[in-house]
């Protein structure tokens, strides 16, 4: 299974699918593909509407970043309303002025381009959980598919099952087998029946798991195909090494060291003091004369206190060289580790399907020959009727595990990954 590469340009186009939207509820019996699925989870999901909300509030933090300091109306009333000499000698002034900052160094802009940089940060990781969420849904569907396949081979195991007690039933009716063969034959039946009933219940918890993404309780859908798909041949470690330097997981770095930037700048820009000013006039009530009163206020010693904070962003932007390293070797032992399972999950798979199966599935129907003539007995049958259940069960779990892999490539890099397009033909029934 692959994250089509529409579906991947979902991923980093923003406004794709209005997270607003309602899911809505999948109708009685209708088939769900996995573009369906996507465009479910893209509308109904909470984490992107959540997004959505923080972005607003984001987009009014800019707004008062931006904002120049207000002005100040000032007034004050001196020496008034005094008693014995004061008020004999002084008489009541009374002022009135305007008063602000003049902010210095380009503090504004600083600020502005700090919460900016939030919102740049705020858009990449919501590609990133859009991301992340078509990767969960393509898990979830993937698992609902193996478990219809696990159910297909349940219900095979039961029609052989089925059909040795029938050939048991005739030996014993013939004399040429004891009761003890019938019996045993329908514990194996009884046995098959029981995995029947665990696998219906599985892929109607691996369902409803798919439907939780967009809110549905009761799924009452259907797969569009009940198998998981074929491994095709992937891109070579060297193209996805290449993919993993623009993956999404290290994109962030570049949004968190613009925003340390950023910060950075508003550090420094705080080493030039800001002025304080105020311009009014004073009215003298003893003259009933009028003057001009102005002030200029700026505070000393700007650059030794906003020393510690520019020193403490430039160390966050050396922090974040040395972490965005550790992440891409970690995510590159990540793409190593996936893409040898995807490998050697197809090469099991191809296996099975081209060699083991066939040969079991050769083997017991010449078992089921010799026993139905009475050339063999029933334990030869019996064992083949096993390992055929098995290697069906370990083929189908070779091929979810590789697509897990895949599905974590693609989540990893953002990209779609196939080398060469390939049937689904589906594990062999």
């Given at each position: 299974m692959t994250l089509r590469p529409a579906a991947l340009a979902a991923c980093f186009a923003c406004a794709c699918l209005s997270g607003m939207l309602a899911a809505l509820p999948a109708q009685a019996g209708e088939i769900l593909e996995l573009e369906d699925a996507f465009a479910r989870v893209l509308r109904a999901h909470p984490d992107l509407r959540q997004m959505d909300a923080r972005r607003s509030q984001l987009g009014y933090e800019r707004a008062q970043a931006a904002q120049a300091p207000g002005i100040q109306l000032d007034a004050s009333l001196e020496n008034a309303f005094g008693s014995g000499d004061l008020r004999a000698v002084h008489a009541a002034e009374f002022t009135v002025g305007l008063s602000s900052v003049l902010e210095r160094g380009g503090k504004a802009g600083a600020r502005t381009a700090v919460v900016q940089g939030r919102i740049d940060a705020l858009d990449n990781e919501r590609d990133m959980r859009r991301l992340d969420l078509l990767a969960e849904t393509a898990r979830r569907h993937l698992d609902a598919l193996?478990?219809?396949?696990?159910?297909?081979?349940?219900?095979?195991d039961i029609r052989q099952r089925e059909e040795a007690v029938a050939l048991a039933r005739r030996r014993q009716q013939a004399g040429a087998s004891p009761a003890s063969l019938v019996l045993t034959?329908?514990?194996?039946l009884a046995e098959s029946e029981l995995g029947l009933e665990r696998s219906s219940q599985r892929q109607a918890t691996a369902l409803a798991r798919l439907a939780a993404l967009w809110g549905e309780h009761s799924p009452s859908?259907?797969?569009a195909v009940d198998a998981p798909p074929a491994l095709p041949?992937?891109?070579?470690?060297?193209?996805?090494?290449?993919l993993l330097r623009d993956a999404p997981e290290l994109a962030r770095f570049a949004d968190q060291r613009r925003i340390a930037e950023a910060r950075l700048q508003l550090a420094r820009s705080a080493s030039r003091a800001d002025v304080d000013w105020s311009l009014g006039v004073r009215r003298l009530e003893a003259d009933d004369d009028v003057g001009l009163v102005a002030g200029l206020s700026i505070p000393l010693g700007s650059r030794r206190r906003a020393a510690p904070g520019i020193r403490m962003a430039e160390a966050e932007l050396q922090l974040l060289s040395v972490e965005r390293e550790s992440r891409s070797l970690s995510l590159y032992a990540t793409l190593v580790e996936a893409h040898g399972r995807y490998r050697l999950a197809r090469m099991e798979a191809m296996r099975f399907e081209d060699d083991i199966i066939p040969a079991l599935q050769r083997a017991e129907r010449d078992a089921r020959a010799a026993f139905e003539r009475g050339a063999a007995g029933p334990l030869e049958w019996t064992q083949l009727q096993d390992s055929l259940v098995d290697a069906r069960e370990r083929q189908l779990a070779a091929?979810?595990?590789g697509q897990h892999a895949l599905i974590e490539l693609q989540r990893l890099t953002g990209q779609p990954l196939l080398a060469t397009p390939?049937?689904?033909p589906g594990p062999t029934p």
């Open positions: 193996a478990a219809a396949a696990r159910r297909r081979i349940a219900l095979e034959a329908r514990a194996a859908f259907e797969l041949e992937i891109a070579p470690i060297a193209r996805l090494e290449a091929a979810v595990d390939a049937p689904n």
